[in-house]
């Protein structure tokens, strides 16, 4: 058995996409339109490695969007999406610089957390062993939960 990909719902398509791709460096790889149901399937895939190509056997994340507005509740049963960095201060530098929270900054060099625009947790982790301990992310609270 293969892991496929992980489905989660969201509630407006721009502003995923311009936080998935455009902040976190996802590509969009399969969209699926449906009338029928009234819904939409965006597939993205984890930045890759501009030399090797995309790794097409890597898990994809899949974005749904009902055309029909409905609820989401959250239930505390999902926890996060989980990616590898290969510079943890540095992609959190990037994303601040384009505006995203870091809700658990990297204060270990390791672990740092993000949510996107529906309130799923990202969870970025650093390639390898930690990073030596460096301000301003060791001194930097927290900002809300994750
Ligand atoms: C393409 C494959 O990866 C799918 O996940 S299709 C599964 C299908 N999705 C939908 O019908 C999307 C719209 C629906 N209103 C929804 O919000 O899920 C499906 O069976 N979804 C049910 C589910 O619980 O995932
Ligand atoms: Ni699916």
Redesign the pocket.
């Known amino acids: 058995m293969r892991y496929?990909?992980t489905?989660i719902?969201i509630t407006d398509v721009d502003a995923s996409l311009e936080f998935f791709c455009t902040k976190l460096g996802m590509k969009e790889v399969r969209r699926?339109e449906?009338e029928k149901?009234?819904?939409t399937?965006i597939?993205l895939a984890a930045s890759h490695d501009e030399n090797q190509g995309r790794n097409e056997s890597a898990p994809l994340l899949?974005l749904?969007?009902?055309w029909d507005p409905?609820p989401y509740p959250g239930g505390r049963n999902f926890g996060h999406l989980a990616y590898e960095v290969d510079d943890i201060y540095q992609t959190c530098q990037d994303l601040m610089d384009k505006g995203v929270t870091i809700n658990r900054p990297p204060r270990d060099g390791y672990m740092a957390f993000i949510k996107s625009p529906d309130g799923i947790s990202i969870e970025l982790l650093q390639k390898g062993a930690a990073r030596e301990e460096a301000e301003p992310w060791a001194s930097m609270p927290n900002s809300g939960s994750w």
């Open positions: 496929l990909h489905m719902r699926i449906n149901g009234r819904f399937l597939f899949e749904t969007y009902n409905e």
